[in-house]
């Protein structure tokens, strides 16, 4: 069987496994949008000031706009090279952005649990819970193979730790100079 057979097989059994599965496949994706984006909101509103706060918006939109189109190029193409099916197109888009959103919204929380822990211990265990949250998500937005999942998860969150990091670096020099 060529490679483009077993591809095809392949994506028929997704296409079986889509319809068993019903709306929800579908769904999930936009209760992770909705969900992120409140997130952000909240956070935003439980900073305070109100340009501080207008800030941190304008930087999770903007660290939303940059990363979920770098996330999903770089997603695309290591399935691509790996042969990894995230679905049809559409789906592996709506997927991959949705798991950006939300996986940037529990980058958040992580941070905004963080000052409340009192020991270094307890840190690693609230990053864990934030890690282990994201795996738990994309593993139930994509239903891959353990190698095939472990290297998207991997790929897809260190664009987002990149991403995360670089952004939260400006807010710290560019916030205090408003």
Partial sequence: MSSI??????????N???????????????????TGIS????????IGSP??????????AVQ??????????????VAWLTNIYFGTFRQAVVRLAAFSIASQALGVLMLFALPFTSS?????????LGVGGMFWLFATLFELE?????ITFVCAL????????????????????L
């Fill in 146 to 150: 353990l190698v095939e999942l472990v």
């Fill in 158 to 177: 260190s664009i987002q730790g990149m991403m995360f990091g670089l952004f939260h670096l400006v807010i710290r020099w560019v916030v205090p100079m």
């Fill in 16 to 34: 079986v496994a889509l319809q068993a599965y019903g709306p929800t496949v579908e769904t999930l994706p936009l209760a992770l949008f909705a």
């Fill in 120 to 128: 270094p211990l307890l840190s690693m265990v609230v990053v864990l």
């Fill in 64 to 77: 939303i706009l940059a990363s979920v189109p770098l996330t999903l190029v770089l997603l695309l193409a």
């Fill in 51 to 60: 340009t501080i706060a207008l800030a941190f918006l304008a930087s999770e």
């Fill in 5 to 14: 057979q077993a591809l095809d097989n392949r994506r028929l059994q997704k």
């Fill in 39 to 46: 997130i952000n909101v909240v956070a935003a509103l439980r």
